[in-house]
């Protein structure tokens, strides 16, 4: 069973950063695909960013150029780091285990997942 624990949210103003952390127990995170997912009340989950064992990212476009995801094998755990938050970035942020990465089109999403996290709010707010 693997289990993800993720912590870092927290609430700050527009332009701000943060980092989440996402911590694994269990097997295979060195083989697995990783990635962070927000929502908010009404909306689905949203995929913000995964990462393949061998370090490719792929990022949403809200993302892409403010948000990078990594991992650290040996900790277990994979990081979001968020720069220049907007507003619009308010969620619960959700990190996910799995088997891979696959695309479509302009998008991309994690396959095979095996176990969700809690999650952790942000907030981003004047």
């Known amino acids: 069973q693997v289990q993800l624990a993720e912590s870092g949210g927290g609430l700050v103003q527009p332009g701000e950063s943060l980092r989440l952390s996402c911590a694994a127990s269990?097997?295979?995170?060195?083989?697995?695909?990783m990635g962070w997912f927000r929502q908010t009340p009404g909306n689905q989950r949203e995929t913000v960013a995964t990462?393949?064992?061998?370090?490719?990212?792929y990022y949403a476009v809200s993302a892409k150029s403010r948000f990078t995801i990594t991992r650290d094998n040996n900790k277990r755990t994979v990081y979001l780091h968020m720069n220049s938050l907007k507003p619009e970035d308010t969620a619960v942020y959700s990190c996910?285990?799995?088997?891979?990465?696959?695309?479509?089109?302009?998008?991309?999403?994690?396959?095979?997942?095996?176990?969700w996290g809690h999650g952790t709010p942000v907030t981003v707010s004047s």
């Open positions: 996910a285990q799995g088997t891979g990465v696959g695309c479509e089109g302009p998008g991309c999403f994690m396959a095979g997942i095996q176990s």
């Open positions: 269990g097997s295979a995170f060195a083989t697995s695909a």
């Open positions: 990462i393949t064992r061998h370090n490719t990212t």
